[in-house]
């Protein structure tokens, strides 16, 4: 049985363009949905799975999302500061390596937000999926056609034994990465300095046979833009 994963990154230093106007004054992180700012969903779902200690790191309107994170007890969290410059997303992993230790850890995107399908949360599902003698990175992936607020043609196609592959030229696949995933920290020592995105580990992962993917259980709301926001909102009322 796999040690329970007691850390997690939670992304929080976007720009999020995609989300103006509301983040002309607001960062993406604290925009509410369903009365919770999007990153205490995410940290909410931590909690729920037993995760102890969280890395949140900070960039755009900094000081808000680090006042917002900093009372917080379940889980524990500490900032990771990219005030002098956005570094993405991994990047901002690795900058952040000393405050999460040398096991694997979780990721989140701060708008990673779903309801679950009953039964085990997935949070647990995915650790309880994880194997580390053959998978670097496993990756919560979500059905295209099921999602609320995804208009994509999909991420990702998964083989009979989990492994992940791009869309290539293919029109659509039938997964879309949902904004959570384990990794190896690892992973991150021949990487480069500065600025970054997680695809690069992907994509080396999937040359090397080792990235995974766990299909959600439940439904994974993509909380875009503003117009996402009163659909999102709609979908979780709808589960009270």
């Not at 999007?38 to 995760?51: C, I, N, P, S």
């Not at 524990?76 to 690795?94: K, M, Q």
């Amino acid at each position: 049985m796999n040690a329970p994963i007691n850390t997690a990154m939670v992304l929080a230093a976007g720009l999020g363009t995609r989300m103006r106007p509301v983040t002309d004054t607001l960062p993406k992180p604290l925009v509410q949905v369903g009365g919770r700012a999007l990153v205490d969903h995410a940290l909410d779902r931590l909690a729920e799975a037993g995760v102890g200690s969280a890395v949140v790191n900070v960039h755009y309107l900094a000081d808000l999302i680090e006042a917002h994170v900093r009372p917080r007890r379940r889980p524990t969290v500490a900032v990771s500061d990219e005030r002098g410059a956005l570094l993405e997303t991994g990047g901002g992993i690795r900058k952040a390596l000393p405050l999460l230790g040398g096991d694997p850890f979780l990721v989140l995107n701060s708008d990673s937000l779903w309801i679950e399908g009953g039964g085990t949360p997935n949070l647990l599902r995915l650790q309880a999926a994880w194997r580390p003698e053959r998978m670097d990175i496993l990756l919560l992936i979500a059905e295209t056609a099921k999602s609320l607020g995804y208009q994509g043609r999909g991420d990702f196609s998964l083989d009979p034994e989990g492994r992940l592959q791009r869309r290539g030229e293919h029109p659509s696949v039938p997964f879309v990465y949902a904004g959570v995933a384990i990794l190896k920290p690892q992973l991150f020592i021949d990487t480069p300095d500065g600025a970054f995105s997680l695809n690069l580990l992907f994509d080396r992962a999937i040359v090397a046979g080792r990235l995974y993917g766990m299909p959600l259980h439940g439904q994974w709301l993509h909380v875009g833009t503003p117009d996402a926001i009163a659909a999102a909102e709609k979908r979780l009322a709808s589960m009270r």
